[in-house]
């Protein structure tokens, strides 16, 4: 409307769950809009998915909890050295 309100059908607001309070979130060209119940529900599920997937990745390579070896140093400036021509 002219005040820059967004209007939903209710037929939408209601497949949504939407009550008086949305969470508005950004994904690439679009937004999506949840109810804050069904958003934190969401959060919890992918952050136990992420939490799965890590099947105990250590992070850095070559901690105390890797289980191969450790990584090579890199030199000072921070760039891996050319290997010398034979």
């Known amino acids: 409307d002219v005040q820059g309100r967004i209007l939903l059908p209710h037929a939408l607001r209601t497949a949504a769950g939407l009550q008086r309070e949305v969470v508005v979130v950004g994904v690439?060209?679009?937004?999506?809009l949840w109810s804050p119940d069904t958003?934190?529900?969401?959060?919890?599920e992918a952050e136990r998915l992420l939490d799965d997937?890590?099947?105990?990745?250590q992070?850095?390579?070559g901690g105390p909890a890797s289980r191969g070896p450790a990584a090579?140093?890199?030199?000072?400036?921070g760039?891996?050295?050319?290997?010398?021509?034979r």
């Open 59 to 61: 992070w850095p390579p």
């Open 39 to 44: 958003w934190q529900t969401f959060l919890a």
């Open 28 to 32: 690439l060209n679009r937004i999506e």
């Open 79 to 85: 760039r891996p050295q050319a290997k010398p021509k």
């Open 72 to 77: 090579p140093a890199l030199p000072p400036s």
């Open 53 to 57: 997937a890590s099947l105990d990745v």
